[in-house]
Nanobody, 122 residues
Framework: QVQLVESGGGLVQPGGSLRLSCAAS????????MGWYRQAPGKQRELVAT???????NYADSVKGRFTISRDNARNTVYLQMNSLKPEDTAVYYC????????????????WGQGTQVTVSS
């Protein structure tokens, strides 16, 4: 079935930058929206950013002006460029694909990646 694999996480100092990638694999016909969510220990999961197949984006207020989401529709890949990172950005970042249509299968689906750790610390 469909799998999402995140990469690019790691340790970075405050004010630094990091770029996350997420590639979706499987018999995918199309993906309406892809996005990033994050969850810190002891906190609930929160939306970071989303992007539609047409390029429309939405960002959480906490990351506006610092993060940029983009996608490569041909490769079913979404990216998150994170600049001016703050310690409060520390979390596990999860990739999400919503409104996924599969080849030869009716309906739409949602999938989640395994997550990649981002730690912002000096």
């Amino acid at each position: 079935q469909v799998q999402l694999v995140e990469s690019g996480g790691g340790l970075v100092q405050p004010g630094g930058s990091l770029r996350l990638s997420c590639a979706a694999s499987g018999s995918i016909f199309s993906i309406n929206a892809m996005g990033w969510y994050r969850q810190a220990p002891g906190k609930q999961r929160e939306l970071v950013a989303t992007i539609t197949s047409g390029g429309s984006t939405n960002y959480a207020d906490s990351v506006k002006g610092r993060f940029t989401i983009s996608r490569d529709n041909a490769r079913n890949t979404v990216y998150l460029q994170m600049n001016s990172l703050k310690p409060e950005d520390t979390a596990v970042y999860y990739c999400n694909s919503n409104g996924v249509k599969l080849a030869a299968t009716p309906g739409v689906y949602r999938y989640w990646g395994q997550g990649t750790q981002v730690t912002v610390s000096s």
